[in-house]
């Protein structure tokens, strides 16, 4: 069966080059020219990967992404972002809003089928530890859980979505050490690393959100600035005290959601 992409695009020339192209390449292509009838599009065939761009009528990129991500039927789609809007604070807000990646327009078609494959493979790959038995899935106050995409955090269950569940698996792997951006971006989103690591370092803030007790002085995930970013967990006696530090951050970051 083709792995059915949809493609959310208002340029015609840009929607018929780009699905003529994914077509070609083997893929199935549902189009829509605006947000309302995009996100009708992915309710109706929850598509394996969704193509998306930030100019849109009616309901634009960044608001269509966050409402797919609110949405249980479709949250777990991997959304590649397509856009002219090339600064680093707008590619900020796009992964910010939920995307898993963002190629700029113009983009070369090869690039494009190489992001999306890279995409599937890690949406469809197996579990985390089905294959590998020296795996290290838990250590000192985390564990993985991977068929939920969640960890258990001092005794707590954090929810994380699919790109952050891999980077903490990517970091707990190597745990103490500090791990390149390059190695990241080629583990946790297959592809080969150009020189953009914002990617890395906004989805690390999310992270940090979800399990440090002051994301602005982490002290779990920690960078190497010109080098990469190291996990440090306390084990033993070091953990005297931090359940109660991360029990009340997480009850205090709770009441300000409510």
Known sequence: MKPCILLIEDDRDMRDLVSGHLEHSGFDVQRAEDGIKGQALALQYTPDLILLDLMLP???GLTLCQRLRRDDRTAGIPILMLTALGGTKDKVSGFNSGADDYLTKPFDLEELQARV???LRRSDRAPVGTSNHHEILSYGPLT???ERFEAIWFDSPVRLTHLEFELLHCLLQRHG???APSLILKEVWGYEPDDD???IRVHVRHLRTKLEPDPRKPRFIKTVYGAGYCLELPTGGQLDGLQDVVSMARDERNRASA
């Open 58 to 60: 009616k309901v634009d």
């Open 117 to 119: 494959k890279a995409l």
């Open 144 to 146: 993985l859980v991977p």
């Open 177 to 179: 050490q500090t791990v």
């Open 197 to 199: 690591i914002e990617t």
